[in-house]
């Protein structure tokens, strides 16, 4: 532990350290406060980022922050409306080489939520009322509008958006192909919105002691990654991070890549329990989540990102090892469109596997960590295609976590401190926050995101966000 923060304070700079004071003397200011009569059992999502996957990220149940926002117990004849209003913001910390705009998150958020169940089937609504103070916008963002039927005992259906999640990974994400909004991450935004909600119908059908999940999305949604809007974006026609204000809220286009009719998704899962172990295997048939694809266009003189296809087949095990929680998971990812290697411009095949194990020393007190390692096939070919003048990719590419995570007070005050350190890329991230519950209407949070790269690797996910660290804060009233 020890290594880590020194590591810690010497890549961020003393910047990065003050943010970390700052947070320090807010939750012990927050610590002083009397604890609340909130139920002890309402965490928020990413307290349970390794609990049951039906609550981590806001998955087919709500996610656990808002099972204490909404009491959903409404009679036969009634539908009860909850939800809960939200002002969110985040301000970069330092001086930015490509933006001159302070906030990256400026929201006034309301939602609105509401259930309903009956004989075999029901329907759920959950809806987002949002004031974006960067965009100068007013939206109005489904997060689940979805119709549930129960055909047969042994089959539930689900049709409409919905958010839908799996694997075991703590913020690694090898088999879990859904739509995720990292830029919501970036910002400080709560964990349920890192994950988008998608138009699929999911199949979920028991067979003895086995669990199939079947999800086909029509149309391909993508991740939502930078842009340049808020956070800098690498440009490989530039050859390094660049703004482009123009481009708020919009991931890169997928219009012109595909036929329409060869433009969705399939994931499919099948779960058991082998003794203590729940063990599942995974196989998914779509596109890159993100743009791994460069196309050369003669018409605009550039290179334009593009999303090519990908087949996933892989599997996970969880449970439990010791006086902790062990887990693993892999996947071969298949490139369609490069399944020799021999064009550098799009991502090779891969195979990716991850460890981790998670151990509570008290009530309070859990740590956690993962080894991820990424190696890319076909690399010779690869490397012997790589233009003249174009560093070359490494073959192998490791990824390393670490979360702390302190409660206080009867789970009312909340920690945590999580961190991606990559050797080879050459580039970290840091996100901390801290969570007040004051009492059963209001919530607090403040935090922070720190981004660190090395000059040599500014095209990395991290690398290029170099210069756009940032603190938020979050207050929440919940009606």
Not at 158 to 180: C, E, H, M, R, Y
Not at 417 to 443: A, T
Request: proline letters at 4%; charged letters at 25%; hydrophobic letters at 35%.
């Amino acid at each position: 532990m020890k290594w880590t923060y020194m590591k810690l304070i010497c890549f961020s700079g003393i910047r990065y350290f003050l943010m970390l004071l700052v947070v320090f003397f807010l939750s012990l200011g927050f610590g002083l406060l009397p604890a609340s009569h909130a139920d002890s059992n309402s965490s928020t999502a990413e307290d349970n980022v390794f609990g049951d996957e039906k609550n981590a990220f806001g998955g087919e149940n709500a996610a656990a922050s808002e099972a204490a926002s909404f009491s959903m117990a409404a009679d036969d004849n009634q539908i009860v409306l909850n939800g809960f209003l939200e002002i969110e913001r985040g301000a970069r910390v330092g001086e930015s080489e490509n933006h001159e705009e302070t906030w990256v998150l400026a929201n006034e958020r309301v939602r609105l939520k509401t259930s309903k169940s009956v004989d075999k089937g029901g329907f759920d609504l959950k809806i987002d009322f949002v004031k974006d103070g960067i965009t100068r916008k007013t939206e109005v963002d489904i997060r689940e509008a979805r119709l549930r039927y129960s055909p047969f005992r042994w089959m539930d259906l689900s049709i409409g958006k919905q958010v839908a999640t799996w694997g075991v990974g703590d913020l690694i994400f090898i088999n879990d192909l859904f739509p995720k909004n990292w830029v919501n991450l970036f910002t400080g935004r709560d964990i349920e919105s890192l994950k988008d909600a998608s138009n699929a119908v999911r199949i979920t059908s028991y067979l003895g002691n086995w669990t199939w999940d079947v999800v086909w999305t029509p149309e391909f949604d993508p991740d939502s990654t930078p842009t340049g809007c808020r956070f800098s974006v690498f440009d490989p026609n530039q050859g390094m991070p660049v703004a482009n204000t123009e481009s708020c809220g919009e991931p890169v286009s997928v219009e012109e890549q595909n036929n329409k009719d060869e433009n969705g998704e399939i994931a499919m899962r099948l779960k058991t329990l082998f003794g203590s172990q729940e063990v599942a295997l995974y196989a998914y048939n779509g596109f890159w989540k993100n743009p791994k694809g460069l196309k050369f266009s003669p018409a605009a003189g550039l290179f334009i990102p593009f999303y090519p296809r990908l087949g996933v087949y892989g599997l996970s095990s969880e449970g439990q090892l010791g006086p902790g929680i062990v887990f693993f998971e892999a996947g071969h990812y298949r490139s369609y469109e490069d399944e020799d290697g021999t064009n550098p411009l799009i991502e090779n095949s891969n195979v990716r596997g991850m460890v981790g194990y998670k151990y509570q020393f008290s009530a309070d007190l859990t740590l956690s960590g993962q080894v991820m390692s990424e190696k890319m096939l076909n690399y010779d070919n690869y490397e012997d295609h790589v233009p003249v003048g174009l560093i070359a990719k490494d073959e192998v590419r490791n990824t390393v976590t670490l979360r702390l995570m302190q409660t206080a007070q009867q789970e009312t005050l909340r920690m945590s401190f999580f961190v991606y350190h990559r050797p080879q890329h050459r580039d970290d991230y840091l996100r901390y926050w801290v969570n007040k519950r004051l009492d059963d209407h209001f919530d607090v949070t403040v935090g922070g995101n720190v981004f660190s790269g090395h000059p040599d690797y500014l095209d990395s996910e991290f690398g290029m966000l170099r210069k756009d660290d940032n603190a938020f804060v979050r207050v929440k009233y919940i009606f």
